[in-house]
């Protein structure tokens, strides 16, 4: 069942993102109170049938596409309308994996506070590579020196 819990979390999260709508909003329109919904998303409880039927009409789906696991990536146009990236003067289909396009739905429901912590790490991250890459030139350089000794 903690399966089913985990999907159901991970596709109220896909349609959340998707409607640009936050949890707020979805417990208002569906008369849920936060709580609960939060234990939904957290994939802590799972709903009852009614609870389901509501979210799917609010978002426009069936039953199945919030209970089952859904196909993941760009090449499905009802999960994903597709992405174009521009490279050598055209234009190519971006493809994410499965653990990419979820880091996508993570952050696009993730609040403020959680999108700037990745965007730091993001840019730490990037530092990082640069100061690496400097010390490599600097010991490929001190390698040098010590041979022409």
Known sequence: MNENKEVMASNIKYYMARQNVNATEVCKALGI??????DWVNAKTYPRIDKIERM??????TKAHLVEAQPLGFENPDIFEAAWWES???KHPLVLSDLEYGLV???RVADEIDKQIVNRT??????AKRLNEHIKTYQSKEDDMKKED
Do not use: C, P
């Open 105 to 107: 739905i993570e952050y």
């Open 122 to 127: 993001l840019r730490l991250n990037e530092y």
């Open 33 to 38: 109170k936060q709580n609960t919904f939060s």
């Open 88 to 90: 050598g003067g055209g």
């Open 56 to 61: 799917a009409n609010y978002f426009g789906v």
